[in-house]
Every structure is written in C-alpha cells, then in structure tokens.
C-alpha cells in the first residue's frame, strides 16, 4: 500500500518549466485547444469574407454611390490572424495524442490511475472476506468438530490458494510507473507538429497585439 501512495505521488508533474512543458507540449497546447475564447478566430473566417462579398456586390449593382468603397485594411489583419489561429486549433485536435485529448492534465490523469486502482484493491479486499468467510461454513459443515484456531489456519490456508498472491500487488508501482512513461512519450511526440502549431498561435498573438495598439492610436490620434 505504501508502494501504492509512493508512486502515485511520483506521478505528480514536475514544476520545473523545462520538464513540464518541454518547448511546448501537447499538455500545454491542449490547454489553449479548450480555451472557448481562442474559438473566435472560426468566426473572423466568416465574417471577413462576408463583408468583402458585400461590399463587392455593393460596388457592382449600385457603383454610384459605392464606387470607392474598399475592405478595410484592418479587416485584412483581422483574416490572416483568424486563419493563423484556425489553422493551429485545427491541427491540434486533430494531431493531439488522445491519452492527452482525454485527460488534458498529468494530474488528471493521475487521479483516473488512482480511481482505478482503489477500486481493484476494493474488490479485492471484498473478495478476500468473502473467500474467507465461505471456507468458514464450509470447514464447519465438513469438521464440526475442528477447534476454532483449526479452522481458522484452514481457511486462511485456503484462502491463499484460491486469492492472488499478495505479492502481485507490488506490480502497481511499476504498472504507475509505465503510465508515466506513456504519458511523457505522448506528451512530447510530433515536435515538429508542435512547433508549428505553437508558431500559429503566437503569429495570431502578435495580430492582436498589433490591431490593439493600431486601434489604441486611432482613438489617441482623434482625441488630440
């Protein structure tokens, strides 16, 4: 048991930046892949087109008064970062392992382990007294006259006949143990995967931050 405790502890993820997030894991990237905000940019894919077919229209039935009209520049920017962040949300779901997709998290997958195992050791535990207290109507019926020490060191012998061997459930550690090693083999596969996705996501990050402070001088400009 202590075995147990010891390796779901050792399960726990590291805090140290360069073992956790090892140039942007999917454990990571997988956090930004749920992030409903991150989502507008499939609305920007839409909406930027929509204006400009309008606006084509507009020019072609009625170019007396919509002649000069022309999409807007920051509608560009607006498009390309949409596209950008689209594109990455769409190749991390697709390319995340699904041990990552499912879990998201090392710690939830460590509490799904944990589960697990409790339940086993549940029912092991709960076959044990019923094995052994099966042997002990059994032994009464077949020796009445056995002392009660006799027919408890019958039943216990019995028991260990019929249960698995203790010794078994030593495995667990190294059963957490690989786990943990399937997790960090998923967890930083694909690399070059990663990277791409990671630079969609940053490219779009900086559109933002550039429409942000184009718009922030457009307001400073009229006010003074």
Known sequence: MVATQNAIRDLSPSRNFADKVPFLSWEWLSSLRDANLLSIG?????????????IGILKEHIPLYFSDLSLPPVLFFIYIGSLSLSISHFFNDVFCPHIIK?????????????????????ITEASEELVREKAGVS????????S??????IAEAIGKVLLPDKKNQGATANYLSEHKKRWDQNNTCLPAMRWMISAGYLFAFVVSIYLLFRQLNVVSNSIW
Request: with cysteine; net charge negative; aromatic share 6%.
């Open 139 to 146: 032994i009464s019926e077949k020796i009445p006259d056995a």
């Open 42 to 54: 499939y609305f920007g894919l839409v909406i930027v087109p929509a204006i400009s077919l309008i």
């Open 148 to 153: 009660d020490d006799a027919k408890k060191v």
């Open 102 to 122: 499912k879990h998201g998290s090392l710690d939830e997958y460590t509490n799904c382990l944990a589960k697990q195992i409790r339940d086993v050791s549940a």
